[in-house]
């Protein structure tokens, strides 16, 4: 789904389907339909930017609420677990930019760090966001199984 037209603020259907699955059900703008053939997104009824219509559509089978990332990480932070995505620069005349993130608890204790945990070095911010996306549904499951 992940195409040149496909807004960056937006997640992608595949993140989508996986907050549904761990029970996201707060109102949003966009959702995804399997009914409808003719585009990959839809907006809710009503649509004018004075008065928009937010709601749930996680509540239907064939429907996928798709939230702005915003709404993804208030909606954990709401669960108690904060994410925080850095730019790192270490080396001030590399020509290569490194991002990391963080997540902690309401209290500041440190819960994962991508630098101390991982090998791998985000290449740009929106890699380092779906990789602290995945690591937040990680954790999320693990503390409601």
């Known amino acids: 789904m992940r195409?040149?037209?496909?807004?960056?603020?937006?997640?992608?259907?595949e993140v989508g389907k996986k907050l549904k699955e761990i029970g996201f059900e707060e109102p949003c703008v966009f959702y995804h339909d399997e009914n409808n053939t003719t585009s990959p997104v839809?907006?809710?009824?009503?649509?004018?930017e004075e008065n928009l219509s937010y709601e749930n559509r996680n509540l239907l089978s064939h429907q996928t609420s798709l939230p702005v990332w915003t709404e993804v990480f208030t909606?954990?932070?709401?669960r108690g677990l904060y994410g925080f995505i850095t730019f790192d620069n270490t080396y001030p005349n590399s020509e290569s930019e490194t991002?990391?993130?963080?997540?902690?608890?309401?209290n500041r204790k440190l819960i994962?760090?991508?630098?101390?945990?991982?090998?791998?070095?985000?290449?740009?911010?929106?890699?380092?966001?779906?990789?602290?996306?995945?690591?937040?549904?990680?954790?999320?499951?693990?503390?409601?199984?």
């Open 3 to 13: 195409n040149n037209n496909y807004p960056t603020w937006l997640v992608p259907l």
């Open 42 to 48: 839809v907006v809710t009824p009503n649509f004018e």
């Open 75 to 78: 909606w954990f932070r709401k």
């Open 99 to 106: 991002f990391s993130f963080e997540i902690r608890k309401i």
């Open 112 to 145: 994962y760090g991508s630098e101390e945990n991982s090998t791998d070095k985000f290449n740009c911010y929106e890699e380092a966001r779906e990789a602290l996306f995945l690591k937040l549904i990680d954790l999320y499951k693990t503390a409601n199984q």
